[in-house]
T-cell receptor, first 113, second 113 residues
Framework: GQNIDQPTEMTATEGAIVQINCTYQ??????LFWYQQHAGEAPTFLSY????GLEEKGRFSSFLSRSKGYSYLLLKELQMKDSASYLC??????????????FGAGTRLAVHP | ETGVTQTPRHLVMGMTNKKSLKCEQH?????MYWYKQSAKKPLELMFV???????ENNSVPSRFSPECPNSSHLFLHLHTLQPEDSALYLC????????????FGPGTRLLVL
């Protein structure tokens, strides 16, 4: 089976750095996705990691350790607009020619002035 | 603008009504997905269509009936729903070649009275 865990809520201060963790258990592994979702809006793609290590994309970075079943999303220089839910997701490796994503419950991040 | 649109954005219906949700993607993708998002729960995959053929039905009650007339359009027909079906219904699409990024629509916020 597959299981994904991430903290329910986090708070941080504008301008600070925050790390959102995700641990997963899967019977196979085909990478890990991070999505951002503002309240009442569509989830939007942030990153996809399939190899170990850190991938940086502007203020956002994503890290993966396959041996530990662990990923984190690092947000730097936080802005108020970063207040959103952050969803961790892994594909079911047996789903063939489409992407059957298994999502975590999401981490709701509140950024305060 | 992610290239995936959904209508209506909000819907209130009684338990005896019949309504339909519509999704359209302008990305040339071959796979389309319906998800249900309830408060404080992970996104739940409901149905997947690949090249207009239904390839996943995640034990969804028959009061939800999907339809995919072509690779750009996806419908979710609703009838005799229950109050616990109130949720955000999200449509997504992907290229349909495996573990690629899914692009989400803004969702339909459904309230069943």
């Amino acid at each position: 089976g597959q299981n994904i865990d991430q903290p329910t809520e986090m708070t941080a201060t504008e301008g600070a750095i925050v790390q959102i963790n995700c641990t997963y258990q899967t019977s196979g592994f085909n990478g890990l996705f991070w999505y951002q979702q503002h309240a009442g809006e569509a989830p939007t793609f942030l990153s996809y990691n399939v190899l170990d290590g850190l991938e940086e994309k502007g203020r956002f970075s994503s890290f993966l350790s396959r041996s530990k079943g662990y990923s984190y999303l690092l947000l730097k220089e936080l802005q108020m607009k970063d207040s959103a839910s952050y969803l961790c997701a892994v594909p079911n490796p047996f789903s063939g020619g489409y992407n059957k994503l298994i999502f975590g419950a999401g981490t709701r991040l509140a950024v305060h002035p | 603008e992610t290239g995936v649109t959904q209508t209506p954005r909000h819907l209130v219906m009684g338990m005896t009504n019949k309504k339909s949700l519509k999704c359209e993607q302008h990305l040339g993708h071959n796979a389309m997905y319906w998800y249900k998002q309830s408060a404080k729960k992970p996104l739940e995959l409901m149905f997947v269509y690949s090249l207009e053929e239904r390839v996943e039905n995640n034990s969804v009650p028959s009061r939800f009936s999907p339809e995919c007339p072509n690779s750009s359009h996806l419908f979710l027909h609703l009838h005799t729903l229950q109050p616990e079906d109130s949720a955000l219904y999200l449509c997504a699409s992907s290229q349909g070649r495996g573990q690629e990024t899914q692009y989400f629509g803004p969702g339909t916020r459904l309230l069943v009275l």
